[in-house]
């Protein structure tokens, strides 16, 4: 067979890296098809290159010769790598990656066809799980709710952190007017060295003390540079009835922002707090509106609201359920004990304007280890003289001895009552004693003189 007819049994294609076939190399000639064999279409050579390859190592002698081609040898390798196309190969097995996709990717198709399914027969049957719920509504409360008074209040109400006196502590209190006073009890900041006052929207700032006084438990303090205060409105305690709806706001437990809600238990109920009497610490004599609101340690200070969010009482006393009252983490049992609004508007406006508190008196020393009905006038004063000097009592015709029974009418069971009735009134009032004397009952005039408090 002449090099013209010769044919090769297995032709080959080059293909570039850039993917385009290249020629085929001299001396590798086309396949022809015989003459009893279905006809075979040629393939195609690519544009020649101009350096033609002078052998195939595919069909040539193992030195790169092509077969009965003369010339010199031909190395495809030297030009370019070569990537043969195999046609004629059985295709790759799939490899791992494509069969863990391919098995991810049919159980999401099962999972989200069999979903569909499960939904389509629940409503179909029925029987799907849909609990009824209420939709939502406006959050806007009426204003005498005690969502409603909260919402109106909360924004005067502080909590306090003092410190100072070899501890720290958490109170409460209420913004005043617009100058930045705030009204507190006296037991919460009696040893601050340091107060920082924090609203409702988280944002805290120093106080100074403005004034204090232990007998009446109250004490003002005063915060600079807050803008938007919002004082609260100050209501009228003469108009309390028992079984008034009442909310207390405060920190218990330094919880801040804590809303309770009660009624008002009582009115005019004489309480003592703070010190022992006798040992020069504070006490406190107030005729206190009594709630069962729960007051717990921390809501002393706070508003006591009406409902119409009017300060009625300044929070300041609870019994708890141990019998030591001085168990600051007893909680509360529903006996709580406010001051009412009209003696801390006075002794408020009073430590604003001077720094300091008047009490009012009748001017007379009183036996306090008299254990009958009714507060005696002591034989002796303190210092050893009159116990009726010149004064308010002196000129209401009081004598020692004297037991008084009734104060304005009401009736009063010792010294510390006694005491508690004249402070909730202000000095140059005028009230009506019921005295017992001598085994008989008479009724005394006595306009209150006023002395500096503590």
Same mark, same amino acid.
């Given at each position: ?42 393939? $195609? ?13 595919? &069909? ?14 031909? *190395?495809?390798?030297? $030009? ?31 999972? !989200? +066809? ?12 029925? &029987? ?30 502080? =909590? ?9 502590? &958490? ?31 988280? @944002?805290? #700032? ?18 600079? !540079? #807050? ?19 009442? #909310? ?6 330094? /919880?801040?922002? %804590?809303? %309770? ?9 004489? +309480? ?68 009412? #609004? ?6 408020? @406006? @009073? ?15 009183? *036996? ?32 020692? !001895?004297?037991?008084? =029974?009734?104060? *304005?009418?009401?009736? $009063?069971?010792?010294?510390?009552? /006694? ?12 009230? %009506?004693? %019921?005295? /017992? ?5 008479? =009724?005394?005039e006595v306009v209150l003189g006023s002395s500096n408090g503590s």
């Amino acid at each position: 067979m002449s090099d013209s007819q010769q044919t090769d049994p297995a032709p080959r294609w080059w293909s570039r890296p850039d993917g385009l076939p290249d020629a085929a190399p001299d001396g590798v000639p086309a396949p022809r098809p015989s003459s009893d064999a279905e006809p075979v279409a040629e393939p $195609v050579a690519g544009p020649a290159t101009g350096d033609q390859p002078e052998g195939d190592p595919g &069909t040539g002698d193992s030195d790169g010769q092509a077969p009965g081609a003369d010339g010199p040898r031909y *190395d495809p390798w030297a $030009v370019r790598p070569l990537h043969v196309v195999d046609a004629g190969k059985a295709p790759r097995g799939i490899r791992i990656w494509q069969m863990v996709a391919l098995g991810v990717g049919t159980a999401l198709l099962a999972g !989200g +066809i069999g979903g569909y399914l499960g939904v389509l027969a629940e409503r179909q049957s029925g &029987t799907r799980l849909e609990l009824p719920q209420a939709a939502p509504v406006s959050k806007d409360r009426a204003p005498e709710s005690v969502a409603g008074i909260a919402a109106t209040a909360l924004p005067g109400v502080v =909590t306090l952190h003092v410190s100072g006196g070899g501890g720290s502590g &958490t109170g409460t209190g209420f913004v005043l007017d617009a100058q930045g006073h705030i009204l507190t009890n006296n037991h919460v900041v009696a040893d601050a060295k340091a107060i920082t006052v924090t609203f409702s929207t988280g @944002e805290s #700032v120093a106080a100074e003390l403005v004034g204090r006084d232990g007998g009446y438990d109250l004490a003002v303090v005063k915060v600079t !540079g #807050v803008r938007g205060l919002r004082p609260l409105a100050l209501g009228n305690s003469e108009n309390v009835k028992v079984g008034d709806p009442v #909310v207390a706001i405060g920190a218990p437990f330094d /919880l801040s922002n %804590t809303v %309770t809600a009660g009624i008002i238990s009582a009115t005019g109920r004489p +309480i003592t707090a703070g010190g022992d009497k006798g040992d020069g610490g504070d006490v406190s004599y107030v005729d206190a509106l009594q709630t069962d609101a729960p007051i717990n340690p921390g809501n002393s200070g706070g508003p006591l609201l009406d409902a119409k969010a009017h300060v009625i009482g300044i929070n300041s006393a609870i019994r708890g359920a141990d019998k030591d009252d001085s168990d600051q983490q007893s909680g509360s049992i529903g006996l709580g004990f406010a001051i009412p #609004v009209n003696q801390g508007k006075r002794v408020a @406006e @009073e430590l604003i304007r001077t720094g300091h508190a008047t009490h009012p008196v009748i001017g007379v020393t009183l *036996d306090m280890q008299y254990t009958g009905d009714g507060a005696r006038v002591a034989a002796k004063g303190e210092d050893g003289k009159s116990a009726v000097p010149p004064g308010p009592g002196a000129r209401a015709g009081m004598k020692p !001895g004297d037991v008084i =029974t009734k104060v *304005d009418g009401q009736r $009063v069971h010792g010294g510390d009552e /006694l005491i508690i009735k004249i402070r909730a009134h202000r000095p140059g009032d005028a009230l %009506t004693l %019921t005295v /017992l004397r001598e085994g008989r009952e008479r =009724t005394l005039e006595v306009v209150l003189g006023s002395s500096n408090g503590s």
